[in-house]
């Protein structure tokens, strides 16, 4: 059967795109002292319909970037504030019986939002983290077998501490392979440190932003994205990709089918922000790290390795096509 032929990007599209990219990243730019490829990822996710896992150190501004972001797009925003007594019923909803009715009737919770901070994710049980898996993968809850769709667009922002600290819990491999990018902050430098002390002692920066992109140019972009072209050749470059990450002695668990798909969907929209209607290797190229680096499960011996690692490896063993 022949695949449906899929219009071709025109170039207002194409500006529209980029001009939606600089707009966010340029606000979300005034609060959150981020360096401008984090952010520029983060805006990558949202064209591609991803989710983003910002791992960092407390303190750094992960919740500011997330909420920075969530306050430029002008969509429903809920922030859930993991702690270790939050039950799945507090993220997806609960059914409650109307007793003047004789029914029961949905509450949905606040993963019914667009755009949806999970804080702290890694300190919620593993009982309620696998709360969030049908969410976001098939963008739906079930809930006592009825089955409700999630809006457009939708995604989860979470932010996690490092999984040594006190009180978290890791994440299940199924769970980090649902986020399409990790992304860490890392301190800023001296100068922009400074900034940001005198910005914030007039109050919350984030608090004064206004949105800069509606829904309707949010799905616009996102439909623009998934029409980018990508050729046979560039998948088999991105499979062997993945392959490598399998078949390296040092890794327990490499990089997974669905690893290969957001791969894909994040070069494609890499592609649309450089103004192509086309995905290149170097697309690729810039998005396998903050993709398929978090999904690596290393060997107990390979203790002195990292995921960044086996992934920079992999790209230089694999000749592009």
Do not use: W
């Not at 819990?169 to 990790?182: G, H, I």
């Not at 949010?218 to 990709?241: K, N």
């Amino acid at each position: 059967m022949e695949r449906a032929q899929v219009p071709r990007l025109t170039e207002t599209e194409i500006e529209a795109a980029g001009a939606l990219a600089q707009r966010v990243i340029a606000n979300v730019g005034q609060a959150a002292e981020v360096r401008d490829d984090v952010i520029e990822q983060l805006v990558i996710a949202v064209l591609a319909e991803g989710h983003v896992l910002i791992e960092d150190l407390p303190g750094v501004g992960k919740t500011t970037l997330a909420r920075a972001l969530s306050r430029s797009l002008d969509l429903e925003f809920a922030r859930i504030q993991c702690t270790a007594d939050l039950l799945p019923a507090d993220v997806v909803g609960v059914n409650i019986f109307n007793q003047r009715e004789s029914r029961f009737e949905f509450r949905p919770g606040p993963i019914f939002a667009n755009v949806v901070l999970v804080d702290e994710i890694n300190r919620a049980s593993p009982k309620t983290q696998s709360g969030l898996l049908e969410c976001m993968q098939e963008r739906r809850v079930t809930v006592d077998v009825h089955t409700h769709e999630l809006a457009r667009p939708f995604l989860v922002l979470a932010t996690q501490n490092p999984v040594e600290y006190e009180g978290t819990y890791p994440l299940p491999e199924a769970q980090v392979d649902r986020f399409m990018v990790r992304l860490s902050l890392g301190y800023p430098d001296a100068a922009g440190e400074a900034g940001m002390l005198a910005a914030h002692e007039a109050g919350d920066r984030v608090a004064s932003l206004e949105p800069v992109v509606d829904a309707a140019e949010v799905l616009g972009a996102q439909d623009a994205a998934m029409r980018v072209r990508a050729s046979e050749a560039l998948r088999h470059y991105i499979v062997s990709l993945l392959h490598r990450t399998r078949e390296d002695p040092r890794v327990e668990l490499g990089a997974s089918p669905r690893a290969g798909l957001l791969l894909l969907r994040a070069a494609k929209a890499h592609a649309l922000l450089a103004g192509r209607d086309h995905a290149l290797p170097d697309d690729v190229q810039r998005m396998v790290a903050p993709v398929l680096s978090h999904r690596i499960v290393l060997a107990p011996e390979a203790f002195e390795t990292t995921g960044e690692q086996i992934v920079a490896d992999a790209v230089a063993a694999t000749p592009a096509m």
